[in-house]
């Protein structure tokens, strides 16, 4: 009994394996530019820290350079090496420098290790490479005076880069931690979300459950916002089911209450043709017997129609745009030897075209029953005529005037309803039985497409107009 919507496996899922997925991943991305931007910042911050620190001995070791005493112009330094504690006390990390005079002359220190050219008395630094581990340099540029003149020289320090390496390891696990903690909550938070928000949604499943098999009835369950329009829709499902079962259920009343007498005539007969004295009689019982079939033949059929039009509904399926004066025309011509029979005249009136939006199959429905009692009821040596023309305000109108006995007025409203028949019709008209559900029909089909049935005395007061009127078929 049940199946699915046709939709995708996705579709199909859960909503709240849905809603995670995409808070994961998107978490996921965000958090990962969140590390990368962390870990720059790190990096950053770790050498700011270091760099103050390499500068700061880097002129403690340029106070120390002097011009040596013995007077040949040469420099001298005093390495004081508080300064370079300074540096290694930060952590495993080695520690190397260089003191170069003026250009060519190394003065001390390693040898192996690179100056930074740079602006004068301003520290400056570089990230390089000592005995194959990273390190950190900082050069001071600056001059010792010998009275005379001044004599340049280059202080370099630097530093491997562990501490750093370790500083910005730390910042950033810290953070990692505290974004997976964040994801976390926020998973269970959606969790919980999810479950709360799909509450509603397990309620009206329950009151739909509990309702009996044939309530209904639309559903007035509170619902949220989003799920509104899925309940609407389900009203008008039902209401359509409603509208559906209703049809089907006059049907089969109607349909076994109507059908008693024929099928009982049929009987009568038949027990009255088997116990004929002769063949004449025998006869006449098969022809009335014949004539009840065929009156229960039309009723049978008179119901199908209606309850097409029943379950058809207001949503007017089916409706489409078309030309009454094509399809009126080929009804008309249909009936016109049944007419002739009829002792009938029966004719057509139009002009050029006129579109309508309805269902060409009940339209054709509708006319043939109006055409019916025209010949049923107008009598013979009767002129029928079926007229298109176009109404006021681009309404269509389709009429089936006669010059028959007519309805009187004050029974026009009644044989409108259904099962309602007019006076016992005229010895030499065909055809006495009928349901009383032809202008039923007719009126159902006109409303169902926008239009009315109207019913008027002919010119001169002689005969019956029954006039529908079609809306606009460009108007909404
Ligand atoms: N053109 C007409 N002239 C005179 N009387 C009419 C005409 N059309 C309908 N009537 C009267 O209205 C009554 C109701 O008509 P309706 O078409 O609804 O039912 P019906 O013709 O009796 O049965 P059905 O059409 O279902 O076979 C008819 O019994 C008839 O008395
Ligand atoms: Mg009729």
């Not at 899922?13 to 995409?22: A, D, M, V």
């Not at 005093?78 to 520690?95: G, K, N």
């Amino acid at each position: 009994m049940r199946k699915g919507f046709g939709g995708t496996g996705a579709i199909r899922g859960s909503i709240r394996r849905r809603l995670l997925t995409w808070l994961l991943v998107s978490t996921a991305v965000i958090g990962l530019l969140a590390l990368l931007d962390t870990r720059a910042e790190a990096v950053r911050t770790a050498n700011t820290v270091s760099d103050r620190v390499l500068a700061g001995s880097a002129m403690a070791i340029a106070e120390r350079v002097s011009v040596d005493e013995t007077g040949d112009g040469g420099l001298s330094v005093d390495i004081p090496y508080s300064a370079l504690e300074m540096l290694s006390s930060t952590a495993q990390d080695r520690v190397f420098y260089r003191v170069d005079g003026p250009p060519g002359t190394f003065i001390t220190g390693y040898r192996e290790l690179t100056p930074l050219d740079g602006p004068w008395d301003v520290p400056v630094f570089a990230d390089a490479a000592f005995d194959g581990a990273p390190i950190r340099v900082a050069s001071l540029r600056r001059a010792a005076s010998t009275g005379i003149d001044s004599i340049p020289f280059v202080v370099t320090v630097a530093e491997t880069t562990a501490a750093r390496g370790a500083l910005t390891s730390t910042i950033l696990l810290r953070s990692a931690l505290r974004l997976g903690l964040m994801i976390l909550g926020a998973t269970v938070a959606v969790w919980i979300a999810v479950t709360l928000a799909l509450r509603p949604l397990h309620r009206l499943g329950a009151a739909l459950s509990l309702r009996s098999p044939d309530d209904l009835s639309p559903i007035d369950e509170a619902a949220p916002r989003e799920v509104r329009g899925l309940v609407e829709t389900v009203n008008g499902f039902m209401a359509r089911l409603a509208g559906a079962l209703g049809a089907m259920r006059n049907f089969t009343g109607n349909a076994s209450h109507q059908l008693r007498t024929p099928l009982a005539v049929v009987r009568t007969q038949l027990a009255l043709a088997a116990r004929a004295p002769d063949l004449p009689a025998a006869q006449a019982a098969a022809r009335a017997g014949d004539a009840a079939i065929g009156e229960a033949e039309r009723i049978l059929a008179q119901l199908l129609t209606l309850a097409r039009v029943d379950a058809a509904g207001s949503a007017a399926a089916g409706a489409a745009r078309f030309d009454l004066v094509a399809l009126a025309r080929d009804t008309t011509a249909e009936r016109v030897p049944d007419a002739a029979g009829a002792g009938l005249d029966l004719g057509f009136e139009a002009e050029g075209s006129a579109e309508i939006r309805a269902e060409p199959v009940l339209v054709a429905e509708m006319l043939r029953n109006l055409i019916d009692n025209a010949l049923r009821y107008a009598g013979r040596g009767a002129e029928a005529t079926v007229r298109v023309r176009p109404g006021r305000g681009g309404t269509v109108v389709l009429e089936v005037q006669d010059d028959g006995p007519g309805i009187p007025e004050h029974r026009r409203a009644e044989v409108r309803a259904r099962f309602v028949r007019g006076a016992p019709v005229q010895a030499d008209s065909s055809g006495a039985g009928g349901s009383g559900l032809g202008l039923p029909i007719v009126e159902e089909i006109a409303t169902l497409f926008g239009g009315a049935l109207e019913l008027d005395a002919g010119p001169c007061g002689r005969g019956l107009v029954a006039r529908i009127r079609f809306p606009d078929p460009t108007g909404t």
